[in-house]
């Protein structure tokens, strides 16, 4: 018997021998919650199976993270910074992974050496390499655009961030 078996059998026979213990009510209300959890676990699987995000959500999260990397590197919040780029590439692979119908994807990988450039930059805590490099992934955003018929949408350095209820400065060591 595998250790994982074992582990199974051991935990499946504790359970049966408490739950033998329970009175009928308790029994009951294991068995609810039992039952409950499934339907969650079934509706989870039902959401995960069904649901895909458009293309075009998958843009507007990459150009909502773009807007804060940018406040949050020229704030010298460099962790900030560091994650929006995470999130960037993660958005980005995950519109790879899933949008594999639309022709326009195949061009993503473009952006990897942009966000390759931030990265370094953030890294580095360079500001004057941040903008710089902000600006290449900017450029590479609406290169992309005008490959796939999207020149009308055409990306800009933020002038406001795009969450207001955000500090993008370094956090205070009082936080």
Partial sequence: MSRQSMFVFIISTGLIIGLSRCSHPEWATV????????????TLAFIR???????GELMTTIQYNHGKLWFAGIKHNWPLAAFEVGEIRETA????EIET???????????YPALDSVQAAVDAQDEARFKKAFTFL?????NCHKANHFAFNVITIPTAPPATNQQYGPASSGQ
Avoid: F
């Avoid at 692979?93 to 790879?96: E, N």
């Fill in 49 to 55: 199976e069904h649901y895909k995000p458009g293309l």
């Fill in 31 to 42: 068995k609810a919650l039992q039952q409950q959890v499934q339907r969650l676990q079934d």
């Fill in 101 to 111: 119908d639309r022709p326009e994807v195949k061009d993503i990988p473009m952006l």
């Fill in 93 to 96: 692979r995950t519109a790879q």
């Fill in 138 to 142: 900017t450029t590479t955003c609406n």
